[in-house]
């Protein structure tokens, strides 16, 4: 008796499994380079959380030249839904202009036709990088240690 449940339960979780697993591969995933527009528009909960996010501290990088953020997520990714929206608003408040943010789309895999997460190290999703004058500075990789405000103070060694 307790072979036949077990050998029923194994056959209804592999249909699930497999089931599972093609709706996840026929959904649609951004790869590659990405402006905020196309994120927000193909995937409105990035949009959402942007609109409803509150930047807790002013922070002023106007000043901060030859400055660029590398934004590494994937669409697919919990963690990014949740700190892309935070770090492009915070990055907005700070007068970074969008031109000097890259967003790079990664798939399941973490990888990209560029082949740039290898290049750069990225191993978990987000990854924002901080860069001045190609020298990169830091970077937040998943989420913050204390907040996106305050890791970011720290990365520009700026005053709290």
């Known amino acids: 008796m307790n072979n036949k449940i077990l050998f029923f339960s194994s056959i209804i979780f592999l249909v699930f499994f497999i089931n599972a697993d093609s709706a996840y591969k026929s959904k649609k995933f951004l790869i590659g380079d990405i402006k905020v527009d196309e994120l927000f528009n ?9 609109e409803n996010y509150k930047v807790t501290q002013q922070i002023d990088l106007r000043e901060s030249t030859e400055l660029s953020v ?11 839904e949740r700190e892309v929206p935070r770090m492009l608003k915070l990055l907005a408040a700070s007068g970074v202009k969008e031109e000097s943010i890259s967003l790079i789309a990664l798939d399941i895999g973490k990888k990209e ?4 997460a290898k290049v750069l190290d990225v191993r978990f ?5 901080f860069s001045i004058g190609g020298m990169e500075i830091g970077r937040i990789v998943e989420r913050p240690t ?15």
């Not at 409105?44 to 942007?50: E, H, N, Q, V």
């Not at 590398?70 to 990014?80: E, L, N, P, R, V």
């Not at 036709?113 to 740039?116: D, I, Q, S, T, Y």
């Open 42 to 50: 193909e995937y409105p909960i990035f949009k959402s959380r942007y």
């Open 146 to 160: 204390d907040s996106l405000e305050a890791d970011l103070l720290a990365i520009f060694g700026l005053p709290d």
């Open 125 to 129: 999703t987000p990854t924002f990088i």
């Open 113 to 116: 036709p560029e082949g740039r």
């Open 70 to 80: 590398i934004i590494t997520f994937g669409t697919w990714c919990h963690d990014s």
